[in-house]
């Protein structure tokens, strides 16, 4: 039975995290700690966190689990700075993008520690950050991905998997490399994508019109684009190669559309169009 | 007083002005005509169309307005077939997504009748095809853009606004060009960007887990992959030079990004993030 949760960060994955534990029943204290101040006071003004402390050693201290909820460049440092105050019987974990980064970072500064950290992934996410944006249903029906290591304690992976349970989430295990490359080509790829995107239409001709007659479907195709940017230019910088290895794939496919548009090869763009659309609607159902 | 409107292609699009026409209160009769008879017989059971013809001529015959709803390369033939019924008090219009195109086969097909003509574009779609999925409400609060040529007669202009301002629309007028350049950008760039991105992950590996732990943002991201291939390769071989343009540009600002993410340039990263985010955020307000 978890007494204590100190969550390192309580933006929007950190915060909806305080949230959905305090919805479903947890009865035990839920520290902050956070780089922003003004974060924290309002967390515990809207009753997401029961304190909080600008010393991560102090925030860790009593807890039961510990969730790192930053930018996964920050990873190592949070570590180290929050190591001194770590109680013998935790268990830490994070929800960081990029696992072999986040694994390299922690092995660095957890040393003899290293078997009680969890590597986690909440697949959930919306494209506004912060505290304020902070969700109770976050993660319910959302897979979390853990990676434990060959040398990660079972208890540990079994104390964050049922964390995740509790507030709803499914949770699953992958290898860091598998997870990696998951990612990379669901949710990195599109993300660089809705950012070019947009940094593309701001640079045409007609900028106003664009924006004035931009359509639902652009609506929905641009949302990733809203997403915290230092968040993601972390993800960028820490998955880098299986980021480029399938921009790689993209650009091949990209080109291979453009081609066919430039010869006016009808039946290219029918059967491209046509099996994208097939495996999609596959995918929704 | 509209006494009856023919609708060319009964489908998501040409199937929801039908709705929305009813459902506006609009009193006349309402023709269809498509490839699918099957789809005619449904769009009758459903009550959508009043009824229907296969023969063009005959479906236009008796009509005040004719709306063209057909994928954009079969404007020109869909023309020439109901011009023997045109009646010599109508309009005609269309919806397609390639106006300089529909202007040049329009002109051919219909010559000395060309001033009824006038070219336009509901700004609204669903991935969805089809009249089982045309809903009456798709206009509403939508942009409808008219391109009128300085030798459409403004009579003409008048009875199509006023028919979409009946369902609902918001009427604007743009030049052939700039709607062409406009929509490019807004709407048939995230489309092909959305395809790709489906082929691309179709073909790499762990397709499986892909498709598993793939988010809520990729599902909005690659909704418009779900979208009509015949319609999205008549627009990507109609509206060739503008796609090409902005696509040009498009890789441009991909391969800086590319650029930044190899060389580990967490400036240029975190600009461009940081630039998008704000556009996209400012375009939602």
């Known amino acids: 039975m978890n007494k204590q949760v100190s969550i390192i960060g309580t933006g929007l994955i950190g915060g909806s995290l305080a949230k959905a534990l305090r919805k479903s029943g947890f009865a035990g204290t839920i520290v902050g700690a956070d780089q922003n101040e003004s974060a924290l006071i309002r967390a515990v003004e809207l009753g997401v966190i029961d304190r909080y402390s600008n010393d991560l050693s ?20 949070v570590l180290a700075e929050l190591l001194p105050g770590l109680p013998t019987d935790s268990v830490i974990t994070d929800v960081g993008s990029s696992k072999a980064h986040v694994v390299s970072a922690a092995r660095q500064a957890l040393g003899e520690h290293m078997d ?32 434990p290591l060959e040398t990660t304690r079972q208890d540990a ?24 490359l998951v990612l990379a080509a669901t949710s990195h790829l599109p993300h660089v994508l809705a950012y070019a995107t947009v940094d593309t239409l701001a640079g045409t001709d007609y900028v ?5 007659f931009a359509a639902g479907g652009f609506r929905d195709f641009s949302r990733i684009a809203s997403s915290d940017p230092v968040m993601w230019r972390d ?9 480029l290895d399938v921009l790689d794939h993209f650009e091949a496919r990209l080109g291979d559309i453009r ?6 090869d009808s039946k290219v763009l029918t059967e491209t169009f046509s099996k994208s659309k097939k495996i999609r609607d596959n995918f929704l159902r």
């Not at 925030?59 to 190592?76: E, F, K, M, N, Y």
């Not at 912060?130 to 109770?136: D, K, L, N, Q, R």
């Open 208 to 212: 106003e019109e664009i924006f004035e």
């Open 157 to 180: 992976v079994d104390r964050v998997s049922q964390m995740w349970n509790s507030v709803g989430a499914q949770v699953s295990c992958l290898s860091v490399q598998q997870h990696d």
């Open 58 to 77: 102090e925030a860790v201290a009593g807890a039961d689990i510990i969730v790192l909820s930053v930018p996964v460049r920050q990873t190592g440092a």
């Open 259 to 264: 081609k066919a548009i430039e010869t006016d």
């Open 235 to 243: 993800v960028c910088l820490t998955n880098k190669s299986a980021i």
């Open 116 to 147: 009680r950290f969890v590597p986690g992934h909440p697949i959930a996410g919306r494209e506004k950050s912060g505290v304020a944006a902070a969700e109770t249903e976050l993660f319910r029906d959302h897979r979390v991905i853990l990676t």
